[in-house]
């Protein structure tokens, strides 16, 4: 009934709050669609707003749409949500479904230059902006000819890594603990924390999200330490990570009333509702929201391009992946995040993985990849972990790393960016993953990794393959590295006192060199 001819997406960065809607975002958003679509904003006949009704969200959205659409005469407006409420995640799909009926019944719906297009906008929470522009499908009218999108054929690197597992927070950890012998299994993750300055957020604010936010937060930063930065509206992050049990309790707790069939305000009500969860106010409901743990990465670093999570469970991080090397691939970001967070120990998500028999030994991970076209990497002296194919929809089946969850346990939703990440970062340090550990690698050659997701029934199969760089010289992981002073003279007089003074260096026959953990040992 409808033809999606042209979808534009931003996101505002930091150029208000994140409660606070920017008009200049919203903008971006709408020109890039009918840049995408190449039609005019003036031949639109029905506009669908995101209106919630709030008072400086709806000024805001008024302004910015009646500078897009200034000279379009006659322009209808209206919004589902005074009908429906806010639909939450699928408010976006009920207003295209509303569309797509009004379409079937159209008939004193005058076309306009002989074609009834509609827009439809949608603004959230954390700075998303989406604007998607839709034509009735009309069988005897002329074909429109489609854009053909140009795909860069050039290898999509991973140019940055950052991991959490359990207790090991970075990837030195991580990778130490995998290789390592005898290894240990990771315990379960106690204290995540992101930092207030980095994440532009309150201490007592962050203290109210849950705990994927701020892994992705911490994960993203290190991921980003090796990396040149690019014009902030190309870059991108894209997060997995399935909706934490706990952002349930406040829907619990408005509802109680008609649940529980408890009078309103009462005292009885009161006791129920506080037991199962605090009231809410903004930092809450912020902190409950999945797609922060993309903004709070947009809202941090003023990330412009696009910004949004994605939830498919076993598959969430493969999704995210292959919609990052999308827009790598059309030129529509320069930089792409790829992040994903599970904590899969928490009592109510592992006992539900137990009961629906994915896994019995649930672990907390989270991991984020920092991709580039390779010519924008080599341009950027930025590090090459290796390169990646694009995601394979109908190939899929059980990663052949059970040494992974054997070591950190099974968290779905972080699985495939958290293997990719740290088999890039095990590459790179010339070791090969086995089912003992991670041993050094004696091959010519470093062979293609596959990194697989099985079918379940809450996701699909799917597998990429990352082939790896050539490994190169870095620190010894297994230890620290260690502090070093040197020093020759022409006899043992002299070097005496030239330890005695401090300075390292010097020429003649008599040498000595000391090694010691600390530089604090050093000094002693």
């Known amino acids: 009934h ?10 505002d960065g930091r150029r208000k709050g994140l409660l606070a809607p920017s008009g200049e975002g919203q903008t971006e958003a709408m020109t890039r669609a009918y840049t995408m679509a190449g039609v005019d904003p003036k031949s639109v006949s029905y506009l669908e707003c995101h209106a919630t009704g709030t008072p400086t969200g709806d000024g805001v959205e008024v302004q910015a749409s009646a500078d897009m659409f200034a000279g379009n005469k006659n322009l209808a407006i209206g919004s589902l949500k005074a009908n429906t409420g806010h639909l939450i995640t699928a408010a976006g799909l009920a207003s295209l479904l509303k569309l797509t009926e009004a379409f079937k019944e159209a008939a004193s719906w005058e076309p306009r230059n002989g074609i009834r297009r509609a827009a439809i906008s949608n603004f959230g929470f954390g700075g998303n902006n989406a604007h998607l522009i839709l034509d009735q499908y009309d069988p005897e009218s002329d074909l429109v000819e489609a854009r053909e999108a140009k795909l860069s054929e050039q290898d999509i690197v991973i140019c ?3 991991l959490l597992a359990g207790s090991d927070r970075g990837a030195d950890a991580v990778t130490r603990r995998i290789m390592n012998q005898p290894i240990k299994p990771a315990t379960a993750c106690r204290k995540v924390g992101a930092d207030p300055k980095t994440a532009r957020t309150p201490p007592t604010d962050l203290l109210e999200a849950e705990p ?9 930063e290190e ?30 707790r408005e509802r109680l009333a008609n649940l529980a069939g408890l009078p309103r305000n009462s005292e009885e009500l009161a006791t129920a509702q506080a037991l199962i969860a605090p009231p809410l106010h903004a930092a809450t409901v912020l902190g409950a929201m999945a797609n922060m743990t993309a903004n709070r990465v947009t809202y941090a670093h003023d990330f412009q391009g696009m910004g949004f999570s994605v939830s498919a469970e076993a598959a969430s991080g493969l999704a995210a992946l292959d919609l990052a090397v999308e827009a790598l691939r059309l030129g529509q970001l320069d ?7 599970d904590f899969a120990t928490e009592p109510v998500r592992a006992a539900a993985l137990a009961d629906i028999g994915i896994t019995v030994r649930p672990g907390d991970q989270a991991a984020a990849i920092v991709l580039k076209r390779k010519d924008d990497a080599e341009a950027a002296s930025d590090r090459n972990f290796g390169s990646l194919h694009d995601v394979n929809w109908s190939k899929g089946g059980a990663s052949e790393t059970g040494v992974i969850n054997r070591v950190f346990g099974k968290a779905p939703c972080a699985s495939v960016v958290f293997e990719l990440a740290l088999q890039a970062q095990l590459c790179a340090r010339g070791h090969v993953l086995t089912a003992e550990g991670a041993v050094p690698d004696i091959r010519e050659t470093s062979l ?3 990194i697989s997701v099985a079918a379940t029934q809450l996701n699909t199969v799917g597998s990429v393959t990352f082939d790896p760089a050539d490994a190169v010289p870095i620190p010894d992981a297994l230890r620290p590295t260690p502090f070093l002073f040197w020093a020759s003279a022409k006899d043992k007089a002299t070097l005496a006192a030239r330890m005695a003074s401090g300075k390292a ?4 026959k008599c040498r000595i060199a000391i090694v010691a953990p600390t530089e604090e040992a050093l000094a002693e």
């Open 505 to 508: 260096g010097g020429r003649g």
């Open 335 to 341: 930089m792409a995040i790829v992040a994903a967070a």
């Open 448 to 450: 293609p990794v596959d």
């Open 223 to 252: 991921a980003l330490q090796s990396v040149k930065p690019v014009a902030s509206d190309r870059v991108g992050i894209f997060t997995g990570m399935g909706c934490a049990s706990d952002s349930a309790r406040w829907l619990l």
């Open 212 to 220: 994927q936010q701020l892994a992705i937060v911490d994960v993203v």
């Open 160 to 162: 940055g890594t950052g």
């Open 2 to 11: 409808g033809v999606i001819r042209g979808i534009g997406l931003s996101n």
